[in-house]
Structures are given as C-alpha cells and as structure tokens.
C-alpha cells in the first residue's frame, strides 16, 4: 500500500486494467452545513496547494482552519489568516506511508447520519485532502489509493479486534462492492463515495490494528466475480435476523450473484424459514427453536452482551437478532406528522398493515390507516423498507422484518402497535455478525464468503 499513487481513478477502472485505482471519498460534506473544519497535521510535513504564493506560511503548517467564504474559502494557518482560496489541496508527506493512527486530524465528522447512532467523531486521514466551497459549507475530500482506503473501512464497519478470518472477509466483500462501482451515489458531487452508512464506513486510520492491517495487505486485489463475469456487487449489512434479503425486495431489482440464503450451516432445520410469509413468520420471531439455534447471527454464535467489542466505534451494543419497539397511538401519531407531511390532518391512527413482504420476512409495502379531523378515513402507503424503516423509527428503526402486533380496547380502537422484529439493516448480502459468528466457530474467510455468495468465485484483479 506504499510507493506511487495510481492514476487511474476508480469510476474509470476494470478488471483487465490491472492495477490499484484512487479513490476520492466524502468525509465532509455540504449537506453537514459546516462553516469551517479544523485540520491537525503536527510534524507530518505538509504543502498546501492552491493558495497563492505570497500567502504561504514559512515552515511546515501544524494547523489549518477552513471557512466557507461566499463562493471561496478563507484560510488561516496556525492560527493567522493568509487570504482565500478557490480550492486548497494538502498533501503531507508523512501520511503517505499508511500507518495505525497516522494523518491529518480533522475534528467533529459526522458519523451515521440520519441513523439511531449519528454522532460526531474525530478522524484521521491519510493521504491528500480536497477542500471546496460548497452553498451551505465547507466540502472535505480525501483522495487515496483504494487499498488505504479499505484499511479505514475494516475497522470502522466491525472492530478492528475482530477474528482474522472476519476481518479478511470483509476485506473482499467491502472491495468487491466498491470496484463493482455500480450504484449511482454521489453523482453530481466531487467524490465517488461518501464515508457514511450511505456508501461504506471510512474513518481513517485512527481505529486501524495491525490485524485489520494485515487483512488488507494480505487480500490484496482479491475480489468476488458474479456469475457470467465482472466484479459483483457485494451489498451487507449488520445483522440479517436469520435470513437474508434479495435484492429486489430492497430496491427493485435483481443483482447476479446476491441470492438470499439462511445464515446456518447446510443441515440446520432453520432452513424451513426460507422463505418467511406471515404464516411462519410468528414462529421466527419468537418460537422456542431459538434457544438452541445455530444461526450464525443468532446469540449462541455471538453473545449479546459480549457484542460491544466487535462493533465499530459508532455502534450501540445491543441485540439485533430480536428486538421489539412499542409506541403508544399518541406516540405513533406525532411520529407520523412529523415524518410524513401527507399525515399532517391525522387525527387518529386506525391501523398498521404490511402489505407485502420479501423472503427474509422484511415488509417492503406497509398500509397506514387514519381518520382525518372531519371523520374521512385515509391510508398512506410506504412502498420501500428503507422508507417503512425511515418513517416508523425514531429516528430509524433497525430492521423492516417485523411482526405488527396492535392492541385495541373493547370497541376495536388502536391503542398501541409493537413492532417485534429481528436484524438490522437491509439484509442483503453478507450478514456482517453473522459472518463475526462464523469466524469466531473456526471458519475462514473463504468459507465465509461462499456462504454468504454462493454463486460468485473468488479471484484477484491486480
């Protein structure tokens, strides 16, 4: 992950180019409406690139502060203004060799936003950093080659103190989805993935262990190829609940190679859960056959209450294998005038329905019943789990594979709706505690990888 920059650039790269891309990724970004970002970068031997010559301090900058300035930037160096600038680049040379902890500090960046576990953090990135004007603030790119960029992804997804043979699976499976390069984010915006949930998790090197390190080193180049050619589209998510999504059930359409599949072992009786209908999904969700389970994702593969070591630095601790939120009708109500602007006359919720659901049991069409103010009686329907999850969380809710469970008083009105429900995130792909479970029974990544893409094969691209 050392020597000279690559200059093919990720949007333009293919499998038969042969070589590492570079890679430019969001850290800070115009939709966080920051005014200004501070940047540490003590001893790390920096040029600034982009601000006139007359206006370069002597010697090495140890701080920078950037301020959105009208449609320029307005700069300070260790603490004194030296103009503005219509874009700056820093490239310091101590951070171009990758290193647990080595970089540029840039303080308070936002983490999961628009999540139950937003918050802000501070990282540490290496490589060259971008800063642009954007209309409500200040925009911070980080540009490096694609490998570095993994290294702050591994342990920023799951701990970089979890199992080897975790930490290289999700090497490949995080490489694959980003060299397949197939979904179109960020397109009129100056970077090819943001570093949130959005994309992929990237927090630079300052949660980097020498286990993830050695993960990436030791996965170089090595991708998932879908069925029939080219680098699959390797979508995962937190916890599956038992059973993972296809994708069309998430977004509509079909990607080759991404099958659901039970996360057990081969013999495992949970496979009788695939598909779920609202006929087992009862069962699923609460029957005794969990006690015992050896679903990979499930609590005697991974336990709840020893999770918090495995989780990224943004993460809550907590069991996602089953989970259960209540809200009483009022709570429910206000949720839903706040979140959905079509609800605004609500005067009374009447009921709660799924609609349809995918094979991992999660609701993909969800029907809301309400009685306006001058007695009309209307139903709002939410036509994706990423907007069911959206509107019935405060602020998201983890999952959209639940069991709508409504208690009513003695003349049939809604009194409470509990949702009981199971994982967390969209299901699709790589189930990521499940695979934690796999690893930490003895398998290795291989195994891991084939278990969750049983139709992809497993080879290197440079």
Not at 240 to 264: I, M, N, Q
């Amino acid at each position: 992950m050392t020597g000279p920059i690559p200059h093919v650039a990720i949007r333009d790269w293919r499998p038969q180019t042969g070589m590492e891309p570079l890679l430019r990724v969001g850290v800070v970004l115009d939709r966080d409406a920051r005014p200004a970002v501070r940047l540490e970068m003590h001893g790390l031997g920096c040029a600034i690139e982009g601000l006139p010559a007359a206006a370069a301090a002597p010697g090495s900058p140890a701080a920078l502060e950037v301020a959105l300035a009208g449609a320029a930037l307005a700069v300070r160096i260790n603490g004194g203004p030296v103009g503005t600038a219509h874009s700056i680049r820093l490239v310091c040379r101590q951070s171009a060799s990758l290193q647990p902890g080595a970089g540029v500090v840039v303080r308070d960046v936002p983490a999961g936003r628009g999540f139950h576990w937003q918050k802000a953090i501070d990282q540490t990135l290496p490589g060259v950093i971008e800063l642009r004007p954007g209309r409500s603030g200040v925009v911070l790119i980080n540009e490096l080659p694609l490998e570095d960029y993994l290294a702050g992804v591994i342990p920023a997804e799951m701990s970089g103190d979890c199992p080897p043979e975790f930490l290289k699976a999700q090497c490949v499976v995080a490489r694959s989805w980003l060299l397949a390069f197939s979904e179109r984010k960020h397109e009129r915006e100056p970077f090819d993935r943001c570093n949130d949930d959005c994309c992929q998790r990237y927090q630079g090197s300052a949660g980097l262990t020498a286990a993830a390190l050695d993960a990436v080193r030791t996965t170089r180049g090595l991708v998932l190829l879908a069925p029939g050619g080219g680098v699959l589209d390797a979508n995962y998510s937190k916890c599956c609940g038992g059973v993972s999504e296809s994708p069309r059930a998430v977004w509509g359409f079909d990607k080759p190679g991404l099958t659901p599949v039970v996360d057990a072992p081969a013999e495992a009786s949970e496979r009788r859960f695939l598909p779920l209908t609202e006929t087992n999904l009862d069962d699923y969700l609460d029957g005794g056959w969990r006690a015992a389970t050896g679903i990979y994702c499930g609590p005697n593969a991974v336990v709840p209450d020893g999770i918090g070591r495995y989780l990224g630095r943004v993460d809550q601790a907590g069991d996602y294998f089953r989970w259960t939120v209540r809200y009483s009708r009022p709570e429910l109500e206000q949720l839903l005038r706040e979140k959905l602007p079509e609800t605004t006359g609500l005067a009374e919720l009447r009921g709660v329905r799924v609609l349809a659901r995918g094979v991992s049991g999660r609701a993909t069409r969800l029907e809301l019943e309400w009685r306006r103010a001058d007695g009309r009686v209307a139903q709002t329907v939410l036509d994706s789990e990423y907007r069911i999850r959206q509107v019935l969380g405060r602020p998201f809710l983890y999952s959209s594979a639940f069991a709508a469970r409504a208690e009513r008083d003695a003349v049939g009105r809604l009194q409470s709706v509990t949702l009981r429900g199971a994982g967390w995130g969209h299901g699709v792909g790589m189930c990521q505690i499940g695979a934690l479970g796999m690893a930490l029974s003895g398998r290795d990544s291989e195994s891991i990888c084939r278990h969750y893409y049983p139709q992809a094969e497993l080879a290197r691209v440079y």
